[in-house]
């Protein structure tokens, strides 16, 4: 049974082909800079905003955020949380995800069974997500104590997809690291799509047009970029990833 959220998704996916969604860290902004983003986001055609770190960030300013980004766009606010604190009721639904290549079983289950009642009393719409450390891995690596998988070893990510296909999730994510000095390689991605039957998400280290249409020829159903929205030519950066994940 799908919700309202993962259905729009998944028509959008259908309908375009491959998405992109926007990553927001409230650690690095305020709730007014979040606000601007989303708009300058939502205005270059993103299909959702998600919103996560890898590290803690405060209750009271997560809710901040989310509530200003909620005043300013129509377009899905998803949560990526790295922790029961990345919750907030403000949002419209909440990526429900396990690390599966993690050593600690708190990233395993453990996290999701402390989470999971206060996703039901916020009546958030959980979206069943097998998240997945690939390459460097960056901070989320570390934070998530995961055993990155080596981009020379795209049987593992097959194997661990897998796993969260046949567990019943959803959405399988590759994660390359936010900021990572190389994205995902498109032989990952096209060796771990011709296996699933449910759509792939692949995300850090994607800055360019050239990279973002690289992930989706090779198969990535959804891009999400983060650490472009920081820079200077922020606006035409993310309009040139959108317009060519559309044009491929």
Known sequence: M??????????????????????????????????????SASQSGTAAIMIGGSTFVSQDHLDDVVKSIKQTVEIPIILFPNNITGISQNADAIWFMSLLNSVDPYFLMGAQILGAPLVKKL??????????????????????????IPYSKPELAVAH??????????????????????????????????????????????RNKEQAIAAVSAGADII??????????????????VKGIRNK
């Open 123 to 148: 009546d958030l719409e959980p979206i069943s997500l097998g998240y997945i450390i690939v390459g460097d891995g960056g901070t989320a690596g570390i934070v998530g104590k995961a055993l990155p």
């Open 2 to 39: 799908f919700g309202p959220i993962e259905k729009y998704l998944l028509e959008k996916i259908n309908n375009e082909t491959s998405i992109h969604m926007t990553l927001v860290d409230p650690e690095k902004i305020t709730a007014k800079q979040a606000s601007k983003i989303a708009e």
């Open 161 to 206: 997809a897998l796993a969260g296909q046949y567990l019943g999730m959803h959405f399988i994510y590759l994660e390359g690291g936010s900021g990572a000095r190389i994205p995902v390689p498109p032989n990952i991605i096209r060796t771990v799509k011709s296996v699933l039957d449910i759509p792939l998400i692949v995300g850090g280290g994607i």
């Open 224 to 241: 999400v970029t983060g650490n472009i929205i920081e820079s200077s030519d922020a606006n035409q950066k993310m309009s040139e990833i």
